[in-house]
């Protein structure tokens, strides 16, 4: 016994393994993956996005309204502001506090030029 290392070997069957890999492969897709629905007069579309920082949420709320004009006027509701924040840091990767006009206008500046490069 002088020298020699004993270990237990974990007896798991193959499928567990496959399970196992499968079940954390879906969580980071989970984790990098989202959908918002657009909000448009003529309807509705869900739009599937690649996040750019890993999170579990997936449901996010598109701040920017589509056929209205932008009349944010420097208030917002705090759930509103979460709302804002989640879609700038995970949609845009603008990771801002949205304290102020000036921080959704530039998330917002950020987000046209996303959407206008996708469109390209």
Known sequence: MQGTLTMNR??????????????????????????????WIEDDITKVFIKKQPTYKIRFINVFRSDHEDNWNGYMEEKERQYAFDFCKYYVGFDTPMKTVTDFHECKQVYEGAITSEAD
């Open 10 to 39: 974990c007896n798991l069957s193959p499928s567990l393994v496959l399970i196992i890999v499968i079940l954390i492969g879906l969580g980071t897709t989970f984790s990098y993956v989202g959908y918002y629905q657009t909000r």
